[in-house]
């Protein structure tokens, strides 16, 4: 089993649709959890990060940890063509010292039809 | 100002050639890295550099070699270069807190012929 999974979609909805992304994991010793969105010839840029079991809210986008459970979610509301993208969900977990070492998922691939 | 950059943006070269890609930041952070994403977008950790040390060192071939002449360059050699070794490349940045939001580069495309 991979460490994280995440369904590479790809997702295509009509703007102003509710948008749920998620991922699973398998390592409990993932601590945090970011959303990446990457836009077509890009780098990621991070979106959301979140620490510990809950939601945490910025503007349309929420992000949503179930460490029991090991789920992560991110919903957008009112979806908008420009957030037509790639996103893709982080973990770090120690990887020695006072270093945290990246996961990423495969990314789910999202377009917004206007 | 561009945070983290990278040249070149492409590159295209045929097999066996030796290739370099170069990697800046001026954020003023500690630690630096590269990450493969392949045709299928999946981002997959190389090395991490910590003040120039080597931290993380996934399994990559002998061929890839990184180095840091200072905390804010982290190049990529790449000797023997094969046809599998065609992606994207992404340098990326951050400090060292657990959090690690890393900002990454614009990429490098590499075509192996």
């Known amino acids: 089993q991979k460490e994280v999974e995440q369904d590479p979609g790809p997702l295509s909805v009509p703007e102003g649709a509710i948008v749920s992304l998620n991922c699973t994991y398998s390592?409990?010793?993932?601590?945090?959890f970011m959303w990446y969105r990457q836009y077509s010839r890009k780098g990621p840029e991070l979106l959301m990060y979140?620490?510990?079991?809950g939601n945490k809210e910025d503007g349309r986008f929420t992000a949503q940890v179930d460490k029991s459970s090991k789920y992560i979610s991110l919903f957008i509301r009112d979806s908008q063509p420009s957030d037509s993208a790639t996103y893709l969900c982080?973990?770090?977990?120690?990887?020695?010292?006072?270093?945290?070492?990246?996961?990423f998922g495969k990314g789910t691939l999202l377009t917004v039809n206007p | 100002d561009t945070a983290v950059s990278q040249t070149p943006k492409y590159l295209v070269t045929q097999m066996g050639n030796d290739k370099s890609i170069k990697c800046e930041q001026n954020?003023?952070?500690?630690?630096m890295y590269w990450y493969k994403q392949d045709s299928k977008k999946f981002l997959k950790i190389m090395f991490s550099y910590n003040n120039k040390e080597l931290i993380i060192n996934e399994t990559v071939p002998n061929r890839f070699s990184p180095k840091s002449p200072d905390k804010a360059h982290l190049n990529l050699h790449i000797n023997s270069l094969e046809l599998g070794d065609s992606a994207v490349y992404f340098c990326?940045?951050?400090?060292?807190?657990?959090?690690?939001?890393?900002?990454f580069g614009p990429g490098t495309r590499l075509l192996v012929l």
């Open positions: 979140t620490y510990s079991s």
């Open positions: 990326a940045s951050s400090q060292v807190t657990p959090q690690e939001t890393q900002y």
């Open positions: 390592n409990s010793a993932f601590q945090y």
């Open positions: 954020l003023g952070h500690d630690t």
């Open positions: 982080a973990m770090s977990a120690p990887s020695g010292g006072s270093n945290y070492k990246l996961t």
